[in-house]
């Protein structure tokens, strides 16, 4: 089947998609976007977290033709051309990458997190958190660059 | 996997389902494309509902709050706090904030797990559910609804349009039990809901049973041992009591997340709890 949408403001129609093939299937595979990271494939670990019409969700949970004329933003959109988005550079500046595999759903889960809420609280951060596994930092580094992020953007 | 149809609203959803009675309804896909990842389903189509307005709003209807089934559990915590404290509060406990955006209560109620954070609430608070077909809508009890793990009375026809869930008249509480706070299959969970003007009891346990189950012994015990009238301090025997008697409401069994004698002890444990939170609240108010 064919599906239409706009992926970091780009319109993309994909042809040949399969019925029950994912969002994330199809960011890494047909757009060529290898951003998000395909790990668990059934949520747990937040490693594909986009925005889908402006909400982060997990898109290996998406059926691809869910998102038919939607506009999705994955963590290639986020920079300014040459320019780390403010969490980006956060990470880097905090030492919250270490193998880097979780890095890019992290990244967009703190993104919406402070778009929501600029100066969270630890609790906030936690749960909303809760949902992007990390093997390698143990998290404190993390929660340090998302600190971080959030006194940059006040 | 042959189709993926998507509905514009909901009778063209009703119209769908009856000309493919065997497609799979997607709606948040956080359990859908689980299987479908894992090739452990192979559903002869999809049919997508999360575009359904119908289905994605709620409203009050008097005392009746009538949650379209498509409402994600990001907006049940964030809109409906307020008007039923118990669902909301099972709804923080579910996934993590990817998921809660876009899980829904129509999706547990169609998934029919046992563990549907989302159930007990629902048991306890009576609600009924509302299904549309091509041939009408009917609404059936919430606690008739569930027939075995992954089967409820949903025909092949119908769709899950609706809950309708009585404005919290009282306190209500929810626990669930598992290894860390978040994206847990509950080990065991229980909703306890207050209605004073009736002076009754709900009571209902996830993950512990086939279905979610209501324990019905215990709901009529604590209807009538609480004092209402003078709210005093929760004698120690009547909750443990009201412990007892939702832990002989469940039938549950060993699996990897825990024997059935644990669930049977942890449903006392969180019956217990529940009860009393909800009490504390009410002696409060």
Known sequence: MRVDLEVNGVRRSLDGVREGESLLHLLRERVGLPGSKNACEQGE??????????????????????????????????????????????????????CGFCTPGLVVTVHDLLARTSDPGEAEIR?????????CTGYEKIFDAVRLAAGEAR | ???????????HACELKAAHPDATL???????????NFGHTS?????DVSRVPELREWSREDDTIVLGAGVPYTRIVDELGGALPGLARAARTIGSAQIRNRATVGGNLGTASPAGDALPPLLAARA????????????VPARDFFLGPGRSVLADDE???????????????????????AMVIAVASVAVTLDPPRRRVGCAVGSAAPTPVVAGDAETFAGAELDWDGRRELP????????????????????????????????????????TWAWQEYRRS
């Open chain 2, 159 to 181: 769709i899950v349009a609706a809950v309708r869930i009585p404005v919290a008249a009282g306190a209500e509480q929810f626990a669930k039990l598992g290894p860390r706070n």
């Open chain 1, 45 to 98: 670990c937040g490693s594909c977290t986009v925005y889908l019409d402006e909400t982060a969700v997990c898109a290996c949970l998406v059926a691809a033709g869910q998102a038919q004329d939607s506009r999705v933003v994955t963590v290639e959109g986020l920079a300014d051309g040459a320019e780390l988005h403010p969490v980006q550079r956060a990470f880097v500046e905090a030492g919250a990458v270490q």
């Open chain 2, 43 to 47: 559903p002869a189509a999809l049919l």
């Open chain 2, 1 to 11: 996997m042959t189709g993926f149809h998507t509905a514009a609203d909901l009778r």
């Open chain 1, 127 to 135: 749960e909303a958190l809760a949902g992007n596994l990390c093997r």
């Open chain 2, 26 to 36: 997607i709606a948040g896909g956080t359990d859908v494309m689980v299987g479908l």
């Open chain 2, 128 to 139: 009924s559910i509302e299904l549309a077909s091509l041939r009408g809508t009917r609404r």
């Open chain 2, 236 to 275: 120690a025997s009547v909750t443990a009591r009201f412990a007892e008697l939702a832990a002989a409401a469940t039938a549950p069994i060993d699996d990897v997340r825990g024997t059935a004698g644990y669930r049977r002890h942890a449903v006392a444990v969180l019956a217990r709890r529940t009860l």
